[in-house]
């Protein structure tokens, strides 16, 4: 058995880090590509290792050979046409090796986890091809399997039709392909495509002609969950980085991100806060039957998605400003109170107070168990630390804190006697456990009522539809929400949000269900984390739970977000980098836990059930 690696191609798309060497010569946290490919098949026995080098492959050529000429059975091909042909080409130039022995056909572009190449080298069948299940961030060369797991086609990325993607398999561009197979089969076709259609093509689309001919002889063999990567871009490089790093720096690259896992799927985040009942399948299918049509056209300006805002809530458009997202409202309200002095309550959401800087915060540090707090106790404390601003995230986070609306109204009218700007973030107040039509104040009359209060609301978490970008701040001031309607971009709801404003009093049963659902579901979610022996809960009135690790465990709050990551891919929250923990020690003590569905929360119960 030999392999066959190909690494002639310039990676143009990697920009500066591949202007002096090749594709495989760039580095996946601190480690060249060519280097892990190597370490990986090194063990495997190979009698012979085949490198088809183009691009700067003298450099490449000498780099190997010094580094494993006496330990690897290295043999070089080079393609000297390597700037206008593609790897059919490549493949064509080692065509004797490859009618001398079966053969791993590995490219150089590739990470993968250990354990991948065995799959192919130790199967059973001749002719094996390494499949993964399709996911939104594969592109390329797809196939399609038979019942005997053989493939029945190859299907070309600019031939995919999105209906069947249930159906396909990405190919990972690993193959073992027989020596008999190679002679006979594969070779003379890619003799005659090479004379048709030129150097400048794929060698999997000799394949893809095979399978239209039923003479392929390639069995799929998929990879489940094992990890791998194929680097064609800088975005490329760094979600590999980030898929192949452990330990502290996986956790801190997957943080940075702030999103985006969708390009993860086998991480179950419990990190950010997002309803999992809702929309229903019915509102997204209608959403996605409208897709081309929103895609296409414009969304309307601000007058007609404030009118749908209103809609949404039932109170006058102009009390309402719908933003991209709360953060949009949130950072335009810190810019318009720039000036005087913001009172908080901390621990708390800390984007408001990013977004003024801490010199001109005062913070309120509850001292009650489980940083448990009252209107009464927030008028007494800002009575003698007096502020121009007022914040009260409701329920806060992340403690989970609950102040009832009816004493939001006092503490509203106690601010206004004072001259504060109170701003009520209830982004969560929908999870909160209250009658019907006693949660929001976002409402006609309570706004009227205290036109120096204003509401903000973010519709990612509780509408779980994060990728929306939706939020509002409404105020009975006009002025105010005049001036927000002023500084966003006049094109600042996309059509998709704006057709899910305007849909969305058609699923307001639905959505009161979705509501009642995950109360129940924290509910039950809080009595098995209060099992966990080494684990202190604190009760809840929002979608999550701000948990204390006992100081007699081994963990802290890093190393229990580490070992969760590492060992069960669930990524929870530390709140270390939180202001607010007077103690030193608690800062390392606390984390937060997401509210998910109930599989997701048995699975992550369990992780911590086997932690000791």
Known sequence: MQAIILAAGMGRRLGAFTANHTKCMVEVNGEKLIDRLLTQ????????????????????????????????????????????????????????????????????????????????????????????????????????????????????????????????????????????????VYLPFLEAYIRVMGNNEYYEQVLRVLTFIDNSDLVALPVGNKLWYEIDDIQDLRIAETLFASGPERLAKLQATYGGYWRFPFILDFCYLVNPYFPTPGMIGELKARFEALLRQYPSGMGVNS???????????????????AAELIKALMEHSSTGRLGIVEPTFEEYPNRRGRGSVVAFRPQAPDFAYTAADLMEFFATHPVDTLLVINPDNPSGNLIPPADLEILASWAAEHSVRLIIDESFIDFAPLPAGESTLIDNEILRRHPSMVVVKSISKSY????????????????????????VAIWNINSFAEYYMQIFGKYEKQYASACRRIRAERDRLGCLLQSIPWLHTAPSAANYFLCRIDPSSRFDSHTLALELLDHHDILIKDCASKHGFDHPDDRLRYVRIAVRDRADNDRLISALRSLS
């Not at 065509?95 to 986890?113: H, P, Q």
């Not at 749908?308 to 997202?325: E, H, M, Q």
């Not at 001031?477 to 500084?487: F, G, M, P, S």
């Open 464 to 487: 779980g539809v994060p990728g929306l970008r939706l939020g509002v701040a409404a105020s009975a001031d006009k002025e105010l929400i005049a001036t927000l309607k002023r500084e």
């Open 41 to 184: 098949i090194a063990p495997l026995g190979l009698d012979r290792i085949v490198v088809v080098t183009g691009y700067e492959g003298e450099s490449l050529r000498n780099y190997l050979t010094d580094t494993y000429g006496q330990s690897l059975p290295l043999v070089f091909v080079d393609n000297p046409v390597y700037d206008h042909t593609n790897n059919i080409y490549s493949l064509w130039l080692a065509r004797d090796y490859l009618t001398a022995d079966d053969t791993l056909l590995l490219e150089s572009d590739l990470i993968f986890g250990d354990g991948i190449v065995e799959m192919a080298l130790y199967d059973p069948h001749p002719n094996v091809a390494l499949v993964a299940k399709y996911e939104p961030w594969m592109d390329g060369t797809m196939v399609t399997l038979g019942p005997d797991g053989q493939i029945d086609h190859f299907v070309a990325g600019n031939n995919l039709d999105f209906r069947d993607i249930d159906s396909y398999y990405k190919t990972v561009n690993v193959y073992k392909l027989s020596r008999d197979f190679s002679t006979n």
């Open 307 to 325: 009118l749908l805002a209103g809609k949404y809530f039932g109170v006058d458009a102009d009390f309402i400003c719908p933003g991209n997202g």
